[in-house]
């Protein structure tokens, strides 16, 4: 499976935007980039996700590499409710069906 | 509309115990999920159905789990026996496809005495 790296922790000033790295470098052509994130107690929540191109939804902006070997999630003004674990997932559903393989994510905090 | 729905949202129970969990998936939606999440392992994928058929069990952990979806609105995880290190937070998905979005519930917190 392909695998993902993320930093374990990030801050984050409430109003600011915060950029979320990742990186896949062995991504293969089949694989979908996808992010969730986990609010405390509470189950994963999905957010975005692209293939090639940049994507942009009313929670997030996903910036992609050219070479697709990392990506990063870019929300625009991170309020405290944004406060979550973050999750970068490779998705190849041709070849692994419907699984979402969960790494160890990015934790967000943010600051009044 | 209302989301992915599990129950009970707690449950503590002996070790031997038989353990029933339950999940209620999205109308329309023809893909469940069911994960296990603890501190040491993070979050798994235990089991998937496709239109009420298990795809893919090969994350149950071993015999005394199993997973049944009878129709389209309703799945449940039985653990029986039950053992202390099942203990876990328990999460139910289901999506409109298998390769759509997962939608997830707020999960059962499993604790095994």
């Known amino acids: 499976d392909a695998k993902t790296t993320q930093p374990n922790s990030m801050e984050s000033n409430e109003e600011e935007p915060v950029h979320l790295p990742c990186n896949h470098s062995?991504?293969?052509?089949?694989?979908?980039i996808h992010w969730y994130r986990q609010l405390p107690s509470q189950g994963p929540e999905y957010v975005i996700h692209g293939l090639t191109s940049n994507v942009n939804n009313r929670m997030a902006s996903l910036a992609i590499a050219e070479d697709r070997k990392s990506s990063t999630l870019i929300l625009h003004r991170a309020t405290l409710r944004d406060a979550a674990v973050y999750y970068c997932?490779?998705?190849?559903?041709?070849?692994?069906?419907?699984?979402?393989?969960f790494g160890q994510g990015t934790e967000l905090s943010v600051k009044p | 509309d209302a989301g992915v729905i599990q129950s009970p949202r707690h449950e503590v129970t002996e070790m031997g115990q038989e353990v029933t969990l339950r999940c209620k998936p999205i109308?329309?939606?023809?893909?469940l999920f069911w994960y296990r999440q603890t501190m040491m392992r993070g979050l798994e994928l235990l089991i998937y159905f496709n239109n009420n058929v298990p795809i893919d069990d090969s994350g149950m952990p071993e015999d005394r789990f199993s997973a049944k979806m009878p129709n389209a609105s309703f799945s449940t995880l039985k653990i029986q026996p039950s053992e202390p290190r099942d203990s876990a937070v328990y999460f139910c998905a289901s999506s409109r496809t298998y390769d759509q979005p997962q939608h997830f519930g707020d999960g059962t917190r499993l604790s095994i005495l």
């Open positions: 062995t991504i293969s052509g089949t694989d979908y």
């Open positions: 109308s329309g939606h023809n893909s």
């Open positions: 997932i490779l998705r190849d559903v041709d070849n692994q069906g419907g699984k979402l393989i």
